[in-house]
């Protein structure tokens, strides 16, 4: 069984940074996708990055496009998401992924229980 544990969400002001991290256990596939998702209140989840299988090619959301990074440290089969320049809008439950690899959220079989990003203006 595929177990996603996410950590690093938080409060920080408008113009600040947190790093979300992502740590996977148990039988996962080699070929997976890992990514990110977010959703905010009244809104539907939405996809933030992603490290698409098996080029490692990054893949971001229009919205966070040169603000967040997403990177992964394979050995420990866990990965990042370094977001800068926070805005309010970017306030939501972050979520990490792995699966197939599409921009929606059914592409992905496994997902971790979300963590908590506050941007205060």
């Known amino acids: 069984q595929v177990r996603l544990v996410e950590s690093g969400g938080g409060l920080v002001q408008a113009g600040g940074s947190l790093r979300l991290s992502c740590t996977s256990s148990?039988?996962?596939?080699?070929?997976?996708?890992k990514g990110w998702f977010r959703q905010a209140p009244g809104k539907e989840r939405e996809f933030v990055a992603a490290?698409?299988?098996?080029?490692?090619?990054?893949e971001y959301a229009d919205s966070v496009k040169g603000r967040f990074t997403v990177s992964e440290n394979n050995a420990k089969d866990t990965w990042y998401l370094q977001m800068n320049s926070l805005k309010s809008e970017d306030t939501a439950v972050y979520y990490c992924?792995?699966?197939?690899?599409?921009?929606?959220?059914?592409?992905?079989?496994?997902w971790g229980q979300g963590t908590q990003v506050t941007v205060s203006s």
């Open positions: 490290i698409r299988w098996p080029d490692g090619r990054l």
């Open positions: 148990g039988r996962a596939s080699s070929t997976d996708t």
């Open positions: 992924v792995r699966g197939v690899g599409l921009r929606i959220p059914q592409a992905y079989e496994h």
